[in-house]
């Protein structure tokens, strides 16, 4: 009879990471150690306080990527950063996904907006390729699924560049077709009847400068509600456009808005392909401008996925259970 094969026992193995103050630590640990619980879960180590550090203890492989990673993150707090437990599960999951992947790359793109202390940092390699694109290029498409940081990121940029007076405006557009109402229907002025459909963009703004800063800026024209139907016949210079939700964008629309772009200026375009509230058999300006520009190589276009989505973290899963019967992928 044979002797029953016996399974390889997975080798355990325990490090110990030296961190400095007692600031760092706590940084790195998080409230009431939050952090370290949240990679505890996620890896099934054990990690606790020692004499001089901080102890990891599992299976070697986990153990290993566990210390890679507090070890890049402690690195990034005394060179400044900042980090919550949204911050440590994304590294985590780079570092799943790149066991060679440098964080550092990832958190030293920081975007300083002028007068205010805090820094708007991307939080995804795409991010950071997004804002390095904006950065380069004078026409950016950035194409993806809600929560991937599209809009925030363009306004960002654009803010940054009219507070450092490389533009003298920010034109803001939006397709108003979601709620199937016309403007002539809505109360109010201009601004008022496209408010709601620019709120996404306005609390980006409201994130980056305070309440009274925004209403100077828009009261003077520096920033400008300009809705997508009153934009044909203009020229707009020396300007940062972005036009978001361009999904719903006609194809004779998207052209119009494209071709306004004056000298000194720059357009960001972002949208969802899976979101198109057009009428049924119209074709999306984003899916035609998309196709119809592919050859031009000074126009920029980021790609998002759901391993983009910064928002709640179950928002990546919604999104990648739409997209699998989409795809006809479903059980």
């Not at 800026?217 to 400008?224: A, P, V």
Request: glycine share 8%.
């Amino acid at each position: 009879m044979k002797a029953k094969q016996q399974l390889p026992t997975l080798e355990k193995i325990k490090k110990l990471l030296p961190v400095g103050s007692a600031e760092t630590s706590t940084k790195l640990c998080g409230e009431q150690d939050e952090h370290l619980r949240l990679l505890e879960k996620a890896l099934d180590i054990r990690i606790s306080h020692a004499a001089g550090g901080i102890s990891l203890e599992g299976q070697d492989s986990d153990v290993a990527l566990g210390f890679d990673l507090l070890l890049q993150l402690n690195g990034l707090i005394e060179r400044g950063a900042l980090l919550n437990k949204h911050d440590i599960e994304r590294s985590l999951n780079q570092l799943k996904g790149n066991q060679h992947f440098k964080l550092e790359n990832l958190f030293q793109e920081q975007i300083k907006i002028n007068g205010r202390s805090r820094t708007i940092v991307p939080k995804t390699p795409r991010q950071k390729e997004y804002v390095d694109t904006i950065r380069q290029r004078d026409l950016v498409f950035g194409v993806g699924p809600a929560g991937t940081g599209k809009t925030y990121l363009a306004m960002t940029m654009a803010v940054q560049a009219l507070l450092n007076k490389d533009v003298k405006r920010i034109v803001l557009c939006r397709p108003a077709v979601e709620a199937g109402e016309k403007l002539g229907f809505l109360p109010g002025d201009m601004a008022e009847k496209v408010n709601p459909y620019l709120r996404p963009l306005y609390d980006a703004l409201h994130d980056m400068v305070d309440e009274t800063k925004a209403t100077e800026m828009l009261e003077k024209g520096h920033i400008e509600v300009a809705p997508l139907a009153f934009m044909r016949g203009r020229t707009l210079a020396d300007s940062f456009c972005i036009l978001d939700e361009a999904q719903n964008t006609t194809a004779g629309q998207m052209k119009m808005f494209l071709t306004r772009l004056g000298q000194n200026s720059k357009c960001v375009v972002t949208g969802d392909p899976t979101q198109i509230d057009l009428p049924r058999g119209q074709l999306s300006g984003l899916i035609d401008a998309l196709h119809v520009l592919r050859g031009i190589a000074d126009i920029g276009v980021v790609q998002f996925d759901e391993t983009d989505v910064v928002r709640h973290q179950l928002v990546a899963k919604i999104v990648v259970a739409y997209n699998r019967r989409r795809d006809g992928l479903e059980d």
